[in-house]
Each structure stands twice: as structure tokens, then as C-alpha cells.
């Protein structure tokens, strides 16, 4: 199996958020709220930018793909 093309810090990055590992953690912490039935792009803490974003990286299956399903996995745990 390869390894993502991204990181979970280089999608923070592209996202506009603090990306240090730390930052990430609280952000996680702090966003675990998402009702299963929610796909990640709609969740509420997200810019309309971002949302956007996010569901063009899952619809279009784009590189960022493996690296936003991580963070959906991350979010939902």
C-alpha cells in the first residue's frame, strides 16, 4: 500500500487551519461532534471554502481523498 500524497498537515494547511501536531489534536477534540449521517463537508464548523473543498476532494476522488477520509475517521472516533 502507498503512502497518502498528502498529509494530514498539508490538509490543514490547504484548509487555512493550524497545522502543528498539537493544533490538529485540539481540533479534533474540539470538533468530534459530527452526527454520523453528516458527511464531513457539512459539518457546521466549516467555511463555506472549506466545505467546499472537502466534497470536491471526495466526489472528484482527487489526490486529497485518503488524507480527508482520515480526518473524516478521525472526527467520527
Same mark, same amino acid.
Request: proline letters at 6%; glycine letters at 2%; a negative charge.
Given at each position: 500500500m502507498e503512502a497518502p500524497v498528502h498529509s494530514l498537515n498539508a490538509l490543514f494547511e490547504q484548509l487555512g487551519l493550524p497545522s502543528s501536531e498539537s493544533e490538529i489534536e485540539t481540533f479534533i477534540e474540539t470538533h468530534k461532534t459530527i452526527a454520523n449521517t453528516t458527511p464531513l463537508a457539512? +459539518?457546521?464548523f466549516w467555511t463555506p471554502s472549506q466545505a467546499a473543498f472537502l466534497a470536491e476532494a471526495i466526489s472528484d476522488d482527487?489526490?486529497? +481523498?485518503?488524507?480527508?477520509?482520515q480526518l473524516d475517521a478521525m472526527l467520527r472516533a
Amino acid at each position: 500500500m502507498e503512502a497518502p500524497v498528502h498529509s494530514l498537515n498539508a490538509l490543514f494547511e490547504q484548509l487555512g487551519l493550524p497545522s502543528s501536531e498539537s493544533e490538529i489534536e485540539t481540533f479534533i477534540e474540539t470538533h468530534k461532534t459530527i452526527a454520523n449521517t453528516t458527511p464531513l463537508a457539512q +459539518a457546521p464548523f466549516w467555511t463555506p471554502s472549506q466545505a467546499a473543498f472537502l466534497a470536491e476532494a471526495i466526489s472528484d476522488d482527487a489526490d486529497w +481523498a485518503e488524507v480527508v477520509d482520515q480526518l473524516d475517521a478521525m472526527l467520527r472516533a
